[in-house]
Structures are given as structure tokens and as C-alpha cells.
């Protein structure tokens, strides 16, 4: 199953594209919002979120949490019946990029490598709830996937 969709946000100046291809557990996202432009690829099968922050020129790899994560049938699902509610506060996670830069895309696959390409690539963590207070806030990227998922990329980009 293959299912592409483009709507507008709630909340934002602009709208989001999303694909998802079932066959190979992939959902790939495009977010025009000018205030946080962002092209993400989720790899369920090996539990993968790439995002590419266009506004740091940087590109973020963290491990997807699959039991907070929405399953690829809940966004198909979400995309046909075109329902999207504004995303509730506890559903949002925070990881923070850590300073060593990813050498080999190709490990992860053509489309996290194509994604990425281009501009350099981190690997983020996950922090646990509770946590987050210590981050600076003005250090963050936020990004959204549907009514599904807020997510709060924070930390300095090493090198730029």
C-alpha cells in the first residue's frame, strides 16, 4: 500500500507532504512550514527517524521509540479519513544531538542517504522524560509528523 498526502498544519505557514510505503515499512515527510522547513524519513523496519533541518543545514539520526512512535497502518489510516487534530503536549519527545558526526550514510540505506546528503549528519539520543528541563529551549528544532508527534531536536550543530 502506498498512500501520499499533502495538507495544511495547524498552526503554521505552510503544508506537509507524506508518503507512506507499507511495502517497505517507510513513511517519508516534506514540511514546507517556513518557520521550520524539515524533510524526515521514518525506517520502520530497522527503527530509524532521519530528519534534515533546514534551518541548521544539518541532518539528525535517532533511533524511533516504536512504542510512543505512531505504526505506519495509524498514519495510513490518519492520511485516508483526513482527520488531523492538533497534537497533544504528551505526545512530544526530545532528543538531543550529540557532537560526533555520522562518517557513513550508507549504512543506513539509500533513502536515509539521500536525505541526508549533502550537508553534515549527527546522531541524536532520546531523553527521558523529565530530563529535558536542562536543555537550552533556544538550542531546539521542533517538528511535527500529523496530529501524531511533536518532536524537539535540541543542541549545537558541531561545526557550524
Known amino acids: 500500500m502506498n498512500i501520499s498526502d499533502t495538507h495544511l498544519l495547524s498552526g503554521s505557514v505552510g503544508t506537509q507532504t507524506i508518503r507512506v510505503d507499507a511495502f517497505h515499512g517507510m513513511v517519508r515527510i516534506q514540511d514546507n512550514n517556513v518557520l521550520s522547513e524539515w524533510a524526515g524519513i521514518?525506517?520502520?523496519?530497522?527503527?530509524?527517524?532521519?530528519a534534515k533541518l533546514f534551518s541548521k543545514?544539518?541532518?539528525?539520526?535517532?533511533?524511533?521509540?516504536?512504542?510512543?512512535?505512531?505504526?505506519?497502518?495509524?498514519?495510513?489510516?490518519?492520511?485516508?479519513?483526513?482527520?488531523?487534530?492538533?497534537?497533544?503536549?504528551?505526545?512530544?519527545?526530545?532528543?538531543?544531538?550529540?557532537?560526533?558526526?555520522?562518517?557513513?550514510?550508507?549504512?543506513?540505506?539509500?533513502?536515509i542517504e539521500d536525505i541526508c546528503r549533502g550537508v553534515p549528519t549527527y546522531f541524536a539520543q532520546q531523553q527521558k522524560e523529565g530530563t529535558a528541563l536542562a536543555i537550552d529551549p533556544d538550542s531546539c528544532s521542533q517538528v511535527q509528523l500529523l496530529s501524531f508527534i511533536r518532536l524537539s531536536i535540541c543542541g549545537e550543530i558541531q561545526g557550524l
Not at 521514518?42 to 532521519?50: E, G, I, P, R
Not at 489510516?77 to 557513513?104: D, E, M
Request: aromatic share 8%; glycine share 6%; charged share 15%.
Open 42 to 50: 521514518l525506517d520502520y523496519k530497522n527503527a530509524l527517524l532521519a
Open 57 to 111: 543545514m544539518a541532518c539528525v539520526l535517532a533511533k524511533m521509540d516504536q512504542v510512543v512512535f505512531p505504526t505506519i497502518n495509524d498514519i495510513s489510516k490518519a492520511l485516508g479519513k483526513q482527520t488531523f487534530k492538533p497534537c497533544p503536549s504528551t505526545h512530544g519527545l526530545t532528543y538531543t544531538v550529540l557532537p560526533i558526526r555520522v562518517k557513513n550514510l550508507g549504512q543506513f540505506g539509500m533513502p
